[in-house]
Each structure stands twice: as C-alpha cells, then as structure tokens.
C-alpha cells in the first residue's frame, strides 16, 4: 500500500431497489462517492436494482447511504438495504461497472 493511501475503515454492499435504472443512478453514485473519498463499483442488476460496493470512512458512507435513499433528480427509490462486507484493498476507484 501506498505512503499517504487511506486505509478504508468499514466496506458494505448496498441494493437500491426503485426507478433506478436508466435515470442516471450509477453515474450520480459514482461521482458522489468518489467526491466523498470513498472506493469501489456500482452497476445495474437484472430484477432493476442497483448494486453498490463502497469501503471507506464510517461517516462517509454514512452519507453515501443517506444520497442513496433519494437518488439523483430522476430516481424514485424505494428501498435501500445494506449488509457488510469484506475490504478490497485491491479498489482504489470508484467505478461505474456495465
């Protein structure tokens, strides 16, 4: 690891359930959590939820969660659930996967 590289504190898997596919959800996601310093993917999943991976500061992804439960201008989320996950300490972006 990188001098200088911060060590992700918690990671968590999220699932966005809602109208969020085809609103620019992974996108919006990608750029709020990589201003919030945090790493890891987004995409789409086939029964129309979005699944997030995100590790990094306790109140960071705090905060990712909370913008998660409204989505950008177009989203209409229903539902979000989260669980804990493994670090990755491979991830050092945050990256919008197809």
């Known amino acids: 690891m990188a001098i200088g590289t911060v060590v992700p504190q918690r990671a968590l898997q999220i699932w966005v359930a809602g109208k969020v596919q085809g609103v620019y959800f992974r996108v919006s996601a990608a750029k709020q959590a990589r201003k919030l310093g945090l790493s890891g993917w ?28 409204k989505g950008p201008v177009l989203a209409k989320v229903s539902g979000v659930t989260q669980k804990l996950a493994e670090i990755d300490y491979e991830i050092v972006d945050f990256e919008v996967l197809r």
């Open 42 to 69: 987004v995409k789409n999943l086939s029964d129309s939820r979005v699944e997030l991976f995100a590790q990094g500061d306790d109140a960071d992804l705090d905060e990712l969660i909370a913008w998660c439960k």
